[in-house]
């Protein structure tokens, strides 16, 4: 079942990558998918953006819930390995970006993936106590991830809080 994310996110998604329901790709946590328009010919796989989030009332910092998040991939990978991590933003809007190397089953095939993930710390503006911390992640083939990463990065710098919804 599709999730909403706790705290609303406006974005704008690059040029030519198409919205799709989640539950129709085989990712019912997720709050939003979007699918690259060109998929990978040798691969047989679709490069991918997802987001998802959650309140956490834990005090576990953002290093502590990427934690989580690679231990989640190792039960469902063969191997999940983490390439890159970095603490990015500021006090008042801390991030993480981290670089996963998986090899995994994915279209009935063992692949060798990337996947790239942001979080996103954010405070419920209409209860500041509350924190919510949105993921971002882009999914790639290995050899696709050079030729896909800009978009991603195109996408993410567009996230922002949408002051503009209603609840």
């Not at 989640?22 to 796989?45: K, M």
């Not at 469902?76 to 801390?94: F, L, N, T």
């Not at 500041?128 to 999914?139: E, F, G, S, W």
């Amino acid at each position: 079942m599709t999730t909403t994310l706790p705290v609303p996110i406006a974005f704008e998604l690059p040029d030519g990558w198409r919205a799709t329901p989640p539950d129709g790709v085989g990712a019912p946590g997720a709050a939003f998918v979007a699918l690259h328009p060109h998929p990978h010919p040798e691969a047989g796989f679709t490069a991918n953006i997802t987001v998802d989030g959650a309140f956490r009332p834990d005090a576990a910092t953002l290093p502590e819930i990427a934690d989580e998040s690679v231990e989640n991939l190792r039960g469902s990978a063969a191997s999940v390995d983490i390439a890159e991590r970095r603490e990015v933003g500021s006090e008042e809007a801390p991030g993480l970006t981290q670089t996963l190397a998986i090899s995994a089953v994915a279209g009935g095939a063992l692949r060798d993936l990337i996947q790239s993930q942001v979080y996103l710390s954010m405070l419920d503006v209409d209860d500041p106590d509350k924190r919510a911390v949105i993921r971002l992640i882009l999914t790639v083939t290995a050899s696709q991830h050079r030729d896909v990463v800009e978009d991603f990065r195109d996408f993410v710098r567009t996230v922002r809080p949408d002051s503009g919804a209603t609840s």
